[in-house]
């Protein structure tokens, strides 16, 4: 069962620039920053209420956000709902056929994660995280 | 202040197709669903933790929603942040020189909200509600 929004990902160009707005004008606190190597990005993580705002800055070309960045501009990314069980999650998911990018979960930013294909939520990208 | 993640707007061409993923896949509840004449939408919010998923389907041509819809297919439409003092946020943006989509509180779903232009918070849609 899906707990929360765990949080929301927004492609930026740079992050210390997104910063004027989604800290200092929205008055978000960041209580995270950091180089996620494999993925090709620095990720920062904002807090609002009992979700986050997770921007993402690409650091390499050729990876998903910078194609992302390349194609669509700066914009929302994905969403991240929350779930004590991402196996069941990914399993409920593959079983009801609908496409996935991963297929078994992985360690991530928000604990261990899994994305589906935006093909299978209507255009969203959708990740499944259990912290 | 910025209270909670208040909904997480999403364009869909139909809502009752979108629902076999929303409502049925990931298990969230409908608790409201309802026609929008003047924005020309329906709209059908669905609960997540504190927060909500908003679907919103076209239901009339040259409107925000259509528009989008057509440009960018289905997917994330926009972000909305609950307040509880709407009329002091929207001052605030605007007094930071914010592009501003309304330049005053009006009614909406959510209560008395207002929308922020996408270039005033990198390419993000971002509405504040007071419910």
């Known amino acids: 069962m899906l707990k929360k929004l765990h949080h929301v990902g927004i492609v ?75 196996v069941r999650e990914l399993d409920a998911a593959q079983g009801k056929g609908l496409a996935v990018i991963d297929r078994q979960p992985r360690p991530g930013l928000a604990g261990m994660i899994c994305f589906l294909h935006p093909k299978a939520s209507h255009g969203v990208l959708i990740e499944y995280a259990q912290p």
Do not use: M, N, W
Not at 32 to 50: E, F, H, N, R, S
């Open 12 to 86: 930026v160009r740079h992050i210390e620039a997104a910063y004027a707005f989604y800290r200092d004008t929205l008055g978000l606190s960041v209580h995270k920053q950091d180089i996620l190597p494999d993925q090709g990005v620095k990720a920062a993580l904002l807090t609002i209420g009992a979700s986050e705002i997770e921007l993402l800055e690409p650091i390499a070309a050729h990876t998903g956000v910078a194609r992302f960045l390349e194609r669509r501009g700066e914009g929302l990314h994905h969403l991240c709902f929350e779930t004590d069980d991402v």
